[in-house]
C-alpha cells in the first residue's frame, strides 16, 4: 500500500532501490494504527455507559455455570455497536471530505461504512468471548483476567475485520512496514483501556479500575 512513499510523507531514504522509512513514518503509522481502531475502542466505555438491563445470556447457565454473566447486556451491545459504527462513519465521512492519505481510510463509503461496523461488532463479540471464557474459569463478573481483559476486544475486533476485510487489514496492520501499526495496537491498547477504565472507576461509572 505504501512502497514508494507517496501514500504518506516522503522522508524516507531509498537504498538499493527499497524506501527505507524515516521515524516520522513509522510513528505516522503507529498514530495512523490506533486512529483507525477507535471504532473498536469506543465500543467498550459506550457499554459502561449505556449498558444494563437483559443480560445476553438472559440469566441462562451452562454446567452450573452463567454463560456470559451480568456484565454483558443487550443495551450495552447494541449501544456499544451504534457508537462505534457512529464514531466510525464521522471519521469515514472526515477523511473523505478532507481528501486524507490512504494510511487514514478505510477505502470508499462504502467499505468505510462495512468496516467500522464491523469493527465495533467484533470489538464486543470479543468482549463477550472473553466472558464466556472467563465464566468457563469460574471467575465472577468483574474479576480481573490480565491480558483477556484487555485483548479480548482487540483480537475480535481485528479478527472479525480480517476476516471480512482481508485486504484493508493486509495493507494497513501487516504489510511491510504497516505492521508498526498493529504493534502500536498491541502496545498502546492495554494502556489506553487501562486509562479509560481508571477514569471510568473515578467517576464511578464502572465497578472495578480494569
Ligand atoms: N457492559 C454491558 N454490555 C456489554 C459489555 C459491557 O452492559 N456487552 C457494561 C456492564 O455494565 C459491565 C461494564 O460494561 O459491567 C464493564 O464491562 P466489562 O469490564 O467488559 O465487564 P465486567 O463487568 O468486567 O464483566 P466480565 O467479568 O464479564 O468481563
Ligand atoms: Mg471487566
Known amino acids: 500500500m505504501f512502497p514508494n512513499g507517496e501514500e504518506f510523507g516522503r522522508s524516507g531514504k531509498v537504498i538499493y532501490g527499497v ?15 490506533i486512529y483507525l481502531f477507535l471504532p473498536a475502542l469506543l465500543p467498550n466505555s ?9 443480560p445476553v445470556d438472559f440469566g ?28 466510525g462513519m ?19 463509503l462504502a467499505q468505510g461504512a462495512g468496516l467500522v461496523f464491523v469493527m465495533a461488532l467484533g470489538a464486543l463479540l470479543g468482549d463477550m468471548a472473553g466472558a464466556f471464557i472467563k465464566r468457563r474459569l469460574g471467575m465472577e463478573r468483574g474479576q480481573k483476567a490480565p491480558v483477556l481483559d484487555q485483548y479480548d476486544f482487540v483480537v475480535g475486533g481485528l479478527g472479525l475485520t480480517a476476516l471480512l476485510y ?12 504497516s505492521i508498526v501499526a498493529l504493534l502500536a495496537l498491541l502496545v498502546f491498547v492495554p494502556l489506553l483501556h487501562r486509562l ?15
Open 19 to 33: 524506501r527505507n522509512p524515516a521515524i516520522m513514518d513509522l510513528l505516522l503509522i503507529a498514530v495512523s494504527g
Open 46 to 54: 459506550a457499554a459502561v455507559l449505556l449498558g444494563g438491563g437483559t
Open 196 to 210: 479509560v477504565n481508571i477514569i471510568g472507576f473515578k467517576l464511578g461509572k464502572k465497578k472495578e479500575p480494569w
Open 60 to 87: 441462562r447457565t451452562w454446567r452450573g455455570k452463567r454463560i456470559l454473566g451480568d456484565g454483558k447486556t443487550w443495551r450495552g451491545l447494541f449501544g456499544g455497536v451504534a457508537a462505534g459504527t457512529a464514531l
Open 90 to 108: 464521522a471519521m469515514v465521512l472526515a477523511t473523505d471530505a478532507l481528501d486524507s492519505p490512504d494510511i487514514w481510510r478505510y477505502g470508499d
Open 166 to 177: 482481508p485486504s484493508w487489514v493486509a495493507s494497513h496492520y501487516i504489510d511491510g512496514e
